[in-house]
């Protein structure tokens, strides 16, 4: 299970969620205006495109908190993942520097 925790994908995750909810916030001062949620439908572009590759459209609307929350867990955890993935490259390479770094006795000063 230690595999799944990281926090640089918390923190990722995090930040997503906050420009959401700003996002959101945002739209909801003037909701009836032009282009009101354009903040919100850049911050879902991944999940709109998820779901046109999946289903061939997607009619995303800031009206619709189903649709926010949805767009909003599915950016969250694609971060969250995609900061996993970098926090265990990251580790993984600082394993193998460490492993491959030759000791102190090599060097004659031990």
Do not use: H, K
């Not at 595999?3 to 918390?10: E, F, P, V, W």
């Not at 909701?31 to 991944?46: E, I, K, Q, Y």
């Not at 995609?82 to 990251?90: K, N, P």
């Amino acid at each position: 299970m230690r595999a799944a925790r990281s926090i640089l994908g918390l923190g990722l995750a995090i930040l997503y969620a906050a420009a959401f909810a700003v996002a959101y916030w945002l739209w909801a001062q003037q909701p009836s205006v032009f282009l009101s949620d354009l903040w919100l439908s850049l911050a879902a572009v991944p999940y709109l495109l998820t779901v046109r590759a999946l289903t061939g459209g997607a009619d995303f609307s800031a009206d619709s908190l189903g649709d926010v929350l949805a767009a909003a867990a599915f950016c969250c955890a694609l971060a969250y993942l995609g900061g996993a993935i970098v926090e265990a490259l990251l580790r993984a390479a600082w394993r193998l520097a460490r492993r491959n770094r030759p000791s102190a006795r090599w060097r004659g000063e031990g």
